[in-house]
C-alpha cells in the first residue's frame, strides 16, 4: 500500500507482435530441456528485451532514495514469483545485463523452484533495480501492476492471443500480448516511458530463427 499512497504512479500498455518469439521458443524448448534440464518459458525472452531497453534508458533502472534519483550501474532484476497462501514474493536475478536467454532461463528456474520451497535467503531479495511479472501465465489481458518500492518502474506481459492484425494491407492472424508498465512519475516521464516501451517492443519482434540464445 506503501506505493499506491505516497508515490505518483502513471501507467502505460502497448501490443506487441510474438509471433516470431513463439515460434522460436517452441524450436527450443524440447533441445534446451535435454540439454540444461529446465524448461524454457517465455519470461527469459521477455527479460533480455527488458534488460536491452534499460541499458538505453538507464533513468528507469533506478530507486528512489531520500527525495533523489539513484541510478542504478548493474541491472538486477526483480521476478514477481507467486508462492503459498497467495503471496508473492520478488527474488532479484543479479547483473541481467551480463546473462544470456539460456542463463537468465536457468537462473530463473532455481529461483521460482527455491521460493516456491521457501528456501530462499535474504539476499535473494534485495537491491533489484526494475522489476518484471509474468502476469500472462495465470491468463490476465491487462493489468496495472504495484510498483515495487523503490524502483521506478515494474513491467507485465500479459496472455498471449491470436489475433487478426493488418501487414502491408493484407490481414494476418498473428500472436499478440500486450505489455503494462507502471512508474513512479517522480523519476520518470510519459515521454521516457513511452520510449523505452517501444524499444522493448523493437527487440521482442526482432526475434527469428537465427536468434542465438547463448
Known amino acids: 500500500m506503501q506505493s499506491i499512497s505516497e508515490n505518483p504512479r502513471a501507467w502505460m500498455m502497448i501490443e506487441v507482435d510474438v509471433s516470431n518469439l513463439v515460434a522460436l521458443r517452441q524450436e527450443l524448448k524440447d ?13 527469459p525472452f521477455v527479460m533480455k528485451p527488458i534488460v536491452n531497453a534499460l541499458k538505453e534508458f538507464p533513468v528507469l533502472n533506478s530507486t ?3 527525495g533523489s534519483i539513484l541510478v542504478k550501474k548493474d541491472i538486477n532484476l526483480s521476478i514477481v514469483v507467486a508462492i503459498a497462501n497467495d503471496t508473492v514474493v520478488t527474488p532479484v536475478i543479479y547483473h541481467a545485463d551480463r546473462k544470456s536467454i539460456a542463463g537468465i532461463a536457468i537462473e530463473l528456474y532455481e529461483l521460482v523452484n527455491r521460493a516456491r520451497r521457501n528456501s530462499l535467503l535474504p539476499t535473494d531479495l534485495v537491491e533489484g533495480s526494475f522489476t518484471f511479472s509474468n502476469t ?26 491470436r489475433k487478426p492484425v493488418v501487414i502491408q494491407e493484407m490481414i494476418a492472424i498473428r500472436s499478440i500480448a500486450n505489455l503494462c508498465l507502471s512508474y513512479d512519475h517522480r523519476m520518470v516521464d510519459g515521454l521516457i516511458c513511452s520510449r523505452f516501451m517501444q524499444r522493448v517492443k523493437y527487440y521482442l519482434e526482432k526475434y ?3 536468434t542465438i540464445i547463448y
Open 31 to 43: 533441445d534446451f530441456m535435454h540439454r540444461e534440464g529446465v524448461p524454457l518459458s517465455l519470461s
Open 136 to 161: 500472462g501465465s495465470v491468463g490476465s489481458l491487462l493489468s496495472c501492476p504495484i510498483n515495487n518500492n523503490p524502483q521506478a518502474a515494474i513491467l507485465t506481459f500479459e496472455s498471449i492471443v
Open 208 to 210: 527469428d530463427q537465427e
Open 64 to 66: 528512489w532514495h531520500s
